[in-house]
């Protein structure tokens, strides 16, 4: 008798088409996917609702299919359109089975000890990434050849007790792809504490721009604190949890 191919499926593909963020789960058990970056969240089978994301915390429903056929398919979730939300925001995914293909759109995922090399080669920010990575508040981009081409970095308890986004780089052959936006989302739905905050020279402009186009506010200023002079400016952006 042949086997069902969804029935051996070990791993899915979310991808959201707005900015080509992708997130892999892997099979745990038969009812079960866990997020590859953050194995607390997963994709489950709910006896009621079907294939369907909730929050660890608090049991609420963060993700679903579009179809109530895709919820409730027998042994994996058919591929196909997957909504979330959290707090004030809300996406749109494409569920598929198996890896992102060779290629495709860069993926995010939490550094690994392995990744180090990689980030000093192209890293513009002083600093150890080891105890970064340690502590899983840093994620890497990778490209299509699972190469590692940009990361990002933050402090769970930066500044006033808030989390503060500390680095942001992506190699400079690899810009202008989405790569900083990919990042800058990914901080914002790990981090946790009711304003992310980050700040930036008065001069560089594209990191303003980034901060903008994301939602983020211009919330104050320290003048001629830096080496060149310049002010440096801080942004925020609200977080969906205020934990």
């Known amino acids: 008798m042949p086997t069902d191919p969804a029935a051996t499926t070990a791993?899915?593909?979310?991808?959201?088409?707005?900015?080509?963020?992708?997130?892999?789960?892997?099979r745990l058990d038969p009812d079960t996917f866990a997020r590859e970056d953050r194995p607390e969240?997963?994709?489950?089978?709910?006896?009621?609702l079907g294939w369907s994301m909730h929050d660890p915390l608090s049991g609420e429903l963060t993700g679903r299919p579009w179809d109530d056929a895709q919820r409730h398919a027998p042994v994996t979730p058919a591929p196909g359109v997957w909504v979330s939300r959290l707090g004030a925001k809300s996406h749109v995914y494409e569920l598929t089975h198996?890896?992102?293909?060779?290629?495709?759109?860069?993926?995010?995922?939490?550094?690994?000890?392995?990744?180090?090399?990689?980030?000093?080669?192209f890293d513009a920010?002083?600093?150890?990434?080891?105890?970064?990575?340690?502590?899983?508040?840093?994620?890497?981009?990778?490209?299509?050849?699972?190469?590692?081409?940009?990361?990002?970095?933050?402090?769970?308890?930066g500044l006033l007790g808030q989390p503060f986004l500390q680095s942001l780089c992506v190699r400079p052959e690899?810009?202008?792809?989405?790569?900083?936006?990919?990042?800058l989302?990914?901080?914002?739905?790990?981090?946790?504490?009711?304003?992310?905050?980050?700040s930036t020279e008065d001069w560089c402009a594209p990191m303003?721009?980034?901060?903008?186009r994301q939602g983020w506010e211009r919330c104050g200023a320290l003048l001629g604190i830096n080496r060149d002079?310049?002010?440096?400016?801080?942004?925020?952006?609200?977080?969906?949890?205020?934990?």
């Open 174 to 183: 690899a810009r202008r792809q989405g790569l900083a936006t990919a990042l």
């Open 229 to 243: 002079g310049s002010a440096e400016w801080f942004y925020r952006v609200a977080l969906a949890d205020p934990a």
């Open 11 to 26: 791993c899915l593909t979310l991808r959201r088409p707005l900015d080509g963020l992708v997130y892999r789960f892997r």
């Open 125 to 157: 920010f002083n600093g150890d990434r080891a105890a970064e990575v340690a502590a899983a508040t840093c994620l890497v981009a990778l490209d299509g050849t699972d190469q590692v081409v940009g990361y990002a970095s933050w402090a769970p308890r």
């Open 208 to 212: 303003q721009t980034l901060f903008e």
């Open 98 to 121: 198996g890896e992102p293909p060779p290629g495709g759109r860069e993926r995010i995922r939490r550094a690994q000890p392995g990744d180090l090399a990689a980030i000093a080669a």
């Open 185 to 198: 989302q990914a901080v914002q739905q790990q981090a946790r504490g009711r304003w992310l905050l980050s």
């Open 41 to 48: 969240l997963t994709l489950r089978r709910h006896p009621t």
